[in-house]
């Protein structure tokens, strides 16, 4: 999924969100337990993959890609969490993976509408973009992610916590 943001020196343009899952890894996962019956904390702790966020830039020196190596249910949850909150100028949100130090990046809401996206672990990267497209391509993107994810796992839909948090 991807949405145009305008473009300047600073910014980054385009912004696509995609996501891999290996299929050996949805076998296992669903042979593992009963995913019917598991909690939130529990559902954090599969479909285990890969989230791809592209940035467009019209300078090849920036930065123009994050992988996340990552459960997509919890970073799901976290992008939820992280757009849930009042958006406030100087806020300040930080996504980390299930292990604790790998994929830990901080997220700045400033005015008018920019997001400074800052690689916390070796601070090998930052990435400013348009805030509003940064959040319509995520909510695209969770859409695809939901009706697929239900695809591989099936069982999502007769798991309560599932269907309350995503199914709404």
């Not at 090998?124 to 239900?150: A, Q």
Request: charged share 25%; hydrophobic share 35%.
């Amino acid at each position: 999924m991807h949405i145009q943001s305008e473009s300047n020196n600073n910014i980054m343009g385009e912004i696509i969100f995609d996501y891999k899952l290996d299929l050996k890894v949805v076998e296992s996962e669903r042979k593992a337990g009963n995913i019917r019956e598991y909690d939130i904390d529990w559902l954090k702790g599969i479909c285990n993959g890969r989230i791809f966020i592209f940035f467009d830039s019209v300078n090849s020196e920036k930065r123009n890609f994050m992988l996340l190596e990552t459960g997509i249910i919890d970073y799901l949850l976290q992008f939820e969490n992280m757009f849930s909150y009042k958006e406030e100028p100087d806020y300040v949100f930080s996504l980390v993976s299930c292990d604790y130090y790998s994929n830990s990046n901080y997220f700045k809401y400033t005015l008018p509408d920019n997001l400074e996206i800052k690689e916390g672990n070796g601070g090998i990267y930052v990435i400013n973009c348009k805030y509003s497209s940064f959040k319509k391509s995520y909510e695209n993107f969770r859409k695809k992610v939901i009706g697929e994810l239900i695809v591989y796992y099936p069982e999502l839909l007769e798991n309560n916590s599932f269907k309350d948090i995503f199914l709404k």
